[in-house]
């Protein structure tokens, strides 16, 4: 089966990185929160009926909003189309159309009917084009103005993202805060030194998180930056019931609460643990108490361990049950029928002891050691001719016997 990708036309890749079926591709160019419109290539047979209403996105996918399209032009995924704005227009990418538009605004209950929607005005031209991206480039420097600006008025509130309107007419900053904040003194500032209006929208850490984006433990690209969009609340029961370490570092994720993965395999969980007993946290033996350590769905055992002993008992939700019911007759058993643990790893044959003597050759390092000490040996007699030719007599060109008669002294004779 051919898997399909989503992919963007910006980059040359083809495709995005990370899962494969998220909007990051490798010049970042790609839409977040993409979805794919598998109805897109089906054919109806009443045209009329289709769904007018067009999911747009802004900002890269971080927002999306829906759009009345009242004009006989068809567009499709992917068009840079001009919208109705505040008091002027803006610009976005048309990210679903078609019948799947209804299941989101069935999923968000919305009414197609309703006259809410603001309408689709016209494909982008090159104008709007370049008044949106000269907006789009002073949205950074809008941002660290305006929290340079509610530091200095001493706004508790921390400036999360700034998204001005295509034509510039409009700025809406996004902003975390722990308890309500009076900033109308801010806004005030905000509409002078920016000459736009200006509109606080207050989010969540998790929200910040989808917007700013990142990599997870998993090393994947963040859920609520690619696909999730409803945030569930989670607690730390979720991890007791999967039996997990609470350890706030490891489950928290980079928006500072707790992961939202957390909750995908609750069910499957809760699911299982409706076979376990729930009044079986003690037990008591004839050696006293045992106390319930963990459960393991997997293999339908509960592990126990007692005040004396540092060892652990795996035992059958049969044998806990009947455990349970010999203690409410006041009977305690002797022992714990724990249950004998198999593995289903292979487990590795150790290699058996090999006689290797005589079968390693040793030839080439007697052929090494042979060779060093040839080399050694004629630099030694190397050096050893050097001092005899330095020192050596004048010797005649035709005699080449050494010519000392002359510079010998006379000999005496004895007589």
Same mark, same amino acid.
């Not at 068809?74 to 109705?84: A, C, H, L, T």
């Not at 508790?156 to 700025?171: F, H, N, S, T």
């Not at 996004?174 to 900033?183: K, T």
């Given at each position: 089966?051919?898997?399909?990708?989503?992919?963007?036309?910006?980059?040359?890749?083809?495709?995005?990185?990370?899962?494969?079926?998220?909007?990051?591709?490798?010049?970042?160019?790609?839409?977040?929160?993409?979805?794919?419109?598998?109805?897109?290539?089906?054919?109806?047979?009443?045209?009329?009926?289709?769904?007018?209403?067009?999911?747009?996105?802004?900002?890269?996918?971080?927002?999306?909003?829906?759009?009345?399209?009242?004009?006989?032009?068809?567009?499709?995924?992917?068009?840079?189309?001009?919208?109705?704005?505040?008091?002027?227009?803006?610009?976005?990418?048309?990210?679903?159309?078609?019948?799947?538009?209804?299941?989101?605004?069935?999923?968000?209950?919305?009414?197609?009917?309703?006259?809410?929607?603001?309408?689709?005005?016209?494909?982008?031209?090159?104008?709007?084009?370049?008044?949106?991206?000269?907006?789009?480039?002073?949205?950074?420097?809008?941002?660290?103005?305006?929290?340079?600006?509610?530091?200095?008025?001493?706004?508790?509130?921390?400036?999360?993202?700034?998204?001005?309107?295509?034509?510039?007419?409009?700025?809406?900053?996004?902003?975390?805060?722990?308890?309500?904040?009076?900033? +109308?003194?801010? @806004? &005030?500032?905000? /509409?002078? %030194?920016?000459?736009?209006? #200006?509109?606080? $929208?207050?989010?969540? =850490?998790?929200?910040?998180?989808?917007?700013?984006?990142?990599?997870?433990?998993?090393?994947?690209?963040?859920?609520?930056?690619?696909?999730?969009?409803?945030?569930?609340?989670?607690?730390?029961?979720?991890?007791?019931?999967?039996?997990?370490?609470?350890?706030?570092?490891?489950?928290?994720?980079?928006?500072?609460?707790?992961?939202?993965?957390?909750?995908?395999?609750?069910?499957?969980?809760?699911?299982?643990?409706?076979?376990?007993?729930?009044?079986?946290?003690?037990?008591?033996?004839?050696?006293?108490?045992?106390?319930?350590?963990?459960?393991?769905?997997?293999?339908?055992?509960?592990?126990?361990?007692?005040?004396?002993?540092?060892?652990?008992?795996?035992?059958?939700?049969?044998?806990?049950?009947?455990?349970?019911?010999?203690? +409410?007759?006041? @009977? &305690?058993?002797? /022992?714990? %029928?724990?249950?004998?643990? #198999?593995?289903? $790893?292979?487990?590795? =044959?150790?290699?058996?002891?090999?006689?290797?003597?005589?079968?390693?050759?040793?030839?080439?390092?007697?052929?090494?050691?042979?060779?060093?000490?040839?080399?050694?040996?004629?630099?030694?007699?190397?050096?050893?001719?050097?001092?005899?030719?330095?020192?050596?007599?004048?010797?005649?060109?035709?005699?080449?016997?050494?010519?000392?008669?002359?510079?010998?002294?006379?000999?005496?004779?004895?007589?």
């Amino acid at each position: 089966m051919k898997q399909l990708y989503m992919s963007c036309t910006s980059c040359s890749t083809g495709k995005p990185n990370g899962c494969k079926s998220n909007g990051g591709c490798s010049t970042g160019g790609c839409n977040r929160m993409n979805v794919h419109d598998w109805l897109a290539n089906l054919p109806f047979s009443d045209p009329e009926s289709s769904c007018r209403i067009v999911e747009v996105s802004f900002n890269q996918g971080s927002r999306k909003d829906y759009y009345r399209n009242n004009s006989l032009q068809i567009f499709e995924k992917g068009d840079i189309i001009s919208v109705e704005g505040v008091s002027g227009f803006d610009v976005g990418t048309v990210s679903l159309t078609g019948e799947l538009v209804r299941l989101q605004l069935k999923k968000h209950s919305l009414k197609e009917d309703t006259s809410e929607f603001k309408k689709i005005l016209r494909l982008a031209t090159d104008n709007d084009i370049n008044k949106w991206k000269e907006t789009k480039a002073r949205e950074h420097e809008v941002l660290i103005r305006s929290r340079a600006i509610a530091r200095q008025l001493k706004v508790d509130l921390k400036m999360a993202e700034v998204e001005i309107q295509a034509d510039g007419r409009k700025a809406t900053f996004f902003y975390i805060a722990d308890d309500r904040v009076d900033f +109308r003194e801010l @806004i &005030k500032i905000y /509409a002078s %030194e920016f000459k736009v209006k #200006v509109e606080m $929208k207050q989010i969540g =850490a998790r929200q910040e998180a989808g917007k700013v984006g990142g990599i997870g433990s998993c090393g994947r690209e963040l859920c609520c930056s690619t696909w999730l969009t409803d945030f569930k609340s989670v607690n730390t029961n979720a991890a007791r019931y999967q039996n997990l370490s609470i350890n706030q570092t490891k489950l928290s994720g980079q928006c500072g609460r707790l992961k939202c993965c957390l909750n995908y395999e609750l069910d499957t969980y809760l699911d299982a643990l409706q076979h376990f007993p729930d009044d079986a946290e003690v037990i008591e033996v004839a050696k006293g108490r045992a106390f319930l350590i963990k459960k393991d769905i997997f293999r339908n055992l509960m592990w126990y361990s007692m005040h004396d002993s540092t060892r652990h008992y795996p035992l059958s939700i049969e044998s806990v049950k009947k455990i349970k019911e010999q203690n +409410r007759q006041g @009977i &305690k058993p002797e /022992a714990l %029928e724990t249950v004998e643990i #198999v593995s289903g $790893k292979t487990k590795e =044959a150790e290699p058996a002891f090999v006689d290797v003597v005589g079968h390693i050759s040793l030839k080439s390092l007697e052929k090494n050691s042979r060779r060093r000490r040839d080399s050694d040996n004629s630099r030694k007699a190397n050096m050893a001719k050097k001092p005899q030719q330095q020192n050596a007599p004048n010797v005649n060109q035709n005699n080449p016997r050494p010519n000392n008669r002359n510079n010998r002294p006379p000999r005496k004779k004895n007589r």
